[in-house]
């Protein structure tokens, strides 16, 4: 069995400090401490397995399958295969920063609750309500893009879309109601069929560039050639290659949000400090083989200028499988079968997606109201360990997908994937910034990295250089809505997009507002390293954990049951 090394903060230089390892962040009154009852907990419930797949599997969905095709169209596929490498990095930089902290202490309220105790109070209140309005903005859009795959075999005139968005809204809200276990449960077999759909994906791209289609023409890099691997954005020249480039990443930011989705799951993982470390290493091998190898052979199977996948982009606003060009590649191809069954696969990934941002959502009202940012009624869970009254009210905003009965919404869900990735880069800044003030502390107070479970392979560096990169892509998201006079036709008057200009920036200010506006009314200070919080509710974490290792060890050795030798033959073996 896989072990740390521990360290016995009575040996540091905070040891004449009473540490409260008994309870939670800012638990810090007997009121507060009568109100932490069994009825105002998760249950670490989510198993290895669980938490692994989840982290392999939980990201992926339309952004990579569909997501995509708009920016080899504006970009081509040398553009899109940096973009992706680099912000794919930049998201395991994220990703080692928040199992660093997660590893050391599995905190209930998640990210959020890091923000707070390492770096202000007011970065805990301003991420956790940003990282929320994410998750109730994104998964009504979810619920509706399912409809509209839908629409792939039933067409809207036949069956209202409302009827779809209903009855999958009431499925997830079933599987989230009926705790932990079973979301784990679901979710694990769901991010299964999606790991299994992406290796599909890439051996078929292999096959079809090797020239083992039904038309035997291999592609190679005859794309990269005629029409090119750069695609001019705006400006010509190397100033339009850049462009073309840096117009890569917001769509790749998008593709990758939801990684941090493991940092969520922490206070209800059963074994943290051993499943965290291991699904944060996963990351990197996931984002290698998912994403980069994977856009590498997109490049091979369709040009950039191609009609297919310019038609199915302009279709329902490149919202269905007639938009991915993965699709168009089979057309291209000649196969006949295989779309139909593909855009079967993109429901089960946007469901899936609608599915674990409820879950989310809900998980960081929770972690909001844990830390006294938001109202004491959130943190109530029921005997299963699901908070039903932050569950309530997620669930009230996905009434929003109902929008989508109408064809005139679509533009405003558009202006929705606008805000989302904002929100979410705003999210990846916050835990970098997190885990810059975490390694300050620790080296303030002592504690080495042997202490740790799980150690950032770059260390607080890389966090600064990612946090850098990371503000810059923010800043200039919406760069091309400066360019509306060059990218204007030809004797058309050049107009500013001002709703999407809106919708793209709104995030920042709003951040502003939040964090200023807490401290100004709260009296909020910066944490110093040294009296930074690095033992609250240790000591019952690690309490859970002996248990979960001392229920393990006395199973060891028992029958297997049929389903964990269904894992162990399938894609245990494989992960």
């Known amino acids: ?44 419930g989510l198993k290895a397995r669980q938490i692994t797949m989840i982290a392999i599997g939980g990201a992926i969905g339309t952004g990579l399958i569909i997501g995509t095709g708009k920016s080899l169209v504006q970009a081509g596929p040398a553009p899109l295969f940096i973009g992706y490498t680099i912000v794919g990095f930049l998201c395991f930089l994220v990703m080692a920063a928040l199992g660093e902290m997660a590893s050391w202490l599995p905190l209930p ?35 509706t893009a399912a409809s509209l795959v839908i629409q792939y075999w039933i067409d809207r005139d036949r069956v209202n879309p409302g009827v779809f968005i209903a009855v999958f809204l009431v499925v997830i809200v079933c599987i989230n109601y009926f705790g932990v276990k079973f979301f784990g449960e679901f979710e694990f077999w769901l991010s299964s069929i999606k790991v299994t759909v992406i290796l599909g994906l890439i051996l078929l791209s292999l096959i079809l560039a090797c020239g083992g289609g039904p038309s035997h023409h291999a592609t190679g890099f005859q794309y990269w050639k005629n029409p090119g691997a750069f695609h001019e954005y705006i400006l010509t020249g190397s100033a339009g290659r850049f462009l073309a480039v840096w117009s890569t990443f917001t769509t790749a930011v998008f593709a ?23 699904a944060i290493k996963l990351t990197f091998f996931r984002i290698l083989l998912f994403y980069v190898l994977l856009i590498f052979l997109l490049g091979m199977l369709v040009p950039y ?55 989310i959502a809900s998980r960081t009202l929770f972690g909001l109201a844990h830390e006294h940012k938001a109202p004491h009624i959130f943190t109530y869970t029921d005997k299963r360990g699901v908070p039903i009254f932050a ?185």
Not at 114 to 142: E, H, M, Q, S
Not at 316 to 340: C, D, E, H, M, R
């Open 1 to 44: 069995m896989e072990t740390h090394n521990t360290y016995n903060p009575s040996s540091g230089p905070n040891s004449e400090k009473p540490i409260r390892e008994d309870v939670d962040v800012n638990v810090s009154s007997a009121d507060d401490l009568t109100r932490e009852d069994s009825n105002h907990h998760l249950h670490r």
């Open 391 to 575: 569950l309530a009210l997620s669930v009230a905003f996905c009434l929003l997908a109902f929008l989508g009965v109408n064809t005139a919404s679509y533009t405003v869900f558009s202006y929705f994937v606008n805000l989302v990735t904002m929100f979410g880069l705003l999210t990846w800044i916050s835990i970098l910034i997190s885990h810059i003030f975490f390694v300050r502390a620790r080296r303030a107070q002592g504690i080495p990295n042997s202490a740790l479970a799980y150690v950032s392979p770059l260390g607080m560096w890389g966090s600064v250089g990612a946090l850098i990169f990371c503000i810059l892509i923010a800043f200039f998201k919406g760069f091309a809505l400066f360019a509306y006079k060059a990218t204007a036709a030809k004797g058309t008057k050049p107009v500013f997009d001002t709703n999407t200009f809106v919708t793209t920036y709104l995030g920042i200010p709003l951040y502003i507002i939040m964090f200023v506006g807490y401290k100004i009314i709260m009296k909020s200070e910066f944490v110093k390293p040294e009296s930074a919080d690095m033992y609250g509710g240790k000591a019952r974490i690690d309490a859970e954990e002996a248990e979960y290792l001392a229920a393990e060890a006395a199973k060891k050795g028992g029958p297997e049951t049929k389903l964990e030798k269904v894992y162990r033959l399938t894609v245990g073996n494989l992960f």
């Open 305 to 359: 200028n191609s009609p297919e996948l310019k038609a199915g982009i302009s279709t329902n606003g490149g919202a269905t499988a007639a938009s991915s060009p993965f699709v168009v590649a089979i057309q291209i191809s000649g196969i006949k079968v295989l779309p139909g069954i593909l855009n079967a696969c993109v429901l089960i990934f946007v469901f899936s997606a609608a599915n674990s941002d409820l879950y």
């Open 256 to 278: 990758y949000l939801g990684t941090e989705l493991v940092g969520v799951t922490v206070g209800e993982a059963a074994n943290p400090r051993k499943v965290i470390p291991r």
């Open 109 to 143: 309220s998640g990210f959020t609750g890091y923000a707070t105790r390492f770096v202000d109070p007011a970065l805990g209140f301003c991420l956790g309500w940003n990282y929320w309005f994410k998750y109730i903005i994104v998964t009504p859009n979810n619920l």
